[in-house]
């Protein structure tokens, strides 16, 4: 008799240790799949070389935005939050208004990350703009 309990007590355990299995991968899964944080805003500073003066702009994504001489668009903004000092990446596309150049192309059309600005740079002998943050 008392042998048939403890097979029903190791049967019990062993279901609660693989119900407490389960929760877990789905518990660390769902962590894992909020690692990329998409944002719907892109926060950029943008630096006047001649006035000395920074603007900070505040972008939807897919939206354009005119600042001065540029046309700024945000195509996504992505957060990762692998660590406690999270990179934040976004993919602009920039065009400068007095280039009267039939051809349109961007002055900048790439992946800009906030940590590392050097990777990516934005050449233009007026306006410098980085990445600030996503949200």
Not at 75 to 89: A, H, L, R, T, V
Request: net charge positive; charged share 25%; proline share 3%.
């Amino acid at each position: 008799m008392l042998l048939k309990k403890n097979i029903k007590v190791g049967k019990n355990k062993l279901l609660l240790f693989l119900l407490f299995l389960i929760f877990s991968f789905n518990h660390f899964y769902d962590l894992n799949s909020a690692e990329d944080i998409n944002g719907t805003y892109t926060n950029l500073k943008v630096l006047d070389k001649i006035s000395s003066k920074n603007i900070l702009v505040k972008i939807k994504n897919g939206e354009e935005v005119k600042h001065k001489d540029l046309l700024i668009k945000s195509i996504k903004c992505k957060n990762s939050g692998f660590d406690d000092n999270p990179e934040i990446m976004a993919y602009i596309q920039v065009r400068d208004l007095t280039n009267k150049d039939k051809n349109n192309v961007f002055v900048f059309n790439n992946w800009m990350f906030s940590s590392s600005p050097s990777i990516t740079p934005f050449d233009h002998p007026v306006y410098d703009i980085w990445l600030v943050g996503c949200n």
